[in-house]
């Protein structure tokens, strides 16, 4: 399978509608965009409650004028979102790329998987859609890159979408001394009985492993790994803080794995604890899950570090603007609960 420009057919035509992107017409790199340059037409959201109209503008306030188009796409209902329309779409292969001194990212333009290399193995997060892009795409992906499959040692699961379990099935029957892990509510939610999945076929099954917990760590070498559970996009949606190595630097990592998702006065109550217990005081520079197109430009930026592989990363927002990143998505969920809790009541 040839890896430039290839538009994946019938394989995933049916179910990529799930990994869509709003931002499909932005195409500047944050490393990039000039204070106020926002390519496509994002607003500021009209909230009726005085509570909510104020954390709005908390969240314009700690944006000043170098995260206006972040803080804007924050303050969506669901936070940085995928194409809502449902239809089937496309989907484009990208060439497998190192990213980081030790972060690798194979997979297409709307979904994909990231592999960490660490002292004593590799640790994946996510798998494609389903056992075929393990075998023919994940796969010959990661030896291209240099990396052998036989040293995945975990392989991290964001939540129970096939988009993100598909491929595990592949892995573990080939690799089975990789673990794979999930939390234990989207254990026991793809178990239960499912909707026809991509092209109209169940998505395999991955053998249940290993539950995530909130507040675990896991450490594999030199590398050790946080979780934080956050209900919304499913029952069990993990965030990650993962350390990486950039140019022989060390930064932080969260991998929101739900976008920002946080439907109700529980789910942005966990969605606090772990931003505030957990992810802030790791000081994180960087903010990016598996959809590249979801969140911060990604196919753009992934694109910029091809072209210009010993240039600043623009992944990297630096500590500061993490922090105030972090901030704005608490206002900005905040705000969408209490404008619902006050509207549902009227």
Known sequence: MPMKSVVVGLMIAGCVAAAGSLRVDAQTPAAQRTPGSVERNLTWPEMKTKEAQTLVAKARELAKNDLVWEAQDACLEDGPAREPDGRPRMDTLMEPLKVFDNLYY???????????????????FDTLNNPMEAETVLEPGLRKLGLNPADIKYIILSHGHGDHYGGATYFQQKYPNARVM????DWEMIARPRAPGRGGNAVPLPKRDMDITDGQKLTLGDTTISFGIYPGHTPGTIMNGVPVMDKGTRRMWVIPGGALQVPNRASLQAFEHIINDYFKPLQPEMFFNSHPQTMNDGVAQLNQIRKNPNGPNPLVYGKERGARIMDIWLACRRAWVVEKEATATN
């Open 106 to 124: 194979v997979g297409f333009e709307q979904i994909g998987t990231w592999t960490l290399r660490t002292s004593e193995g590799l640790i994946l």
């Open 182 to 185: 999930m939390t234990a509510a």
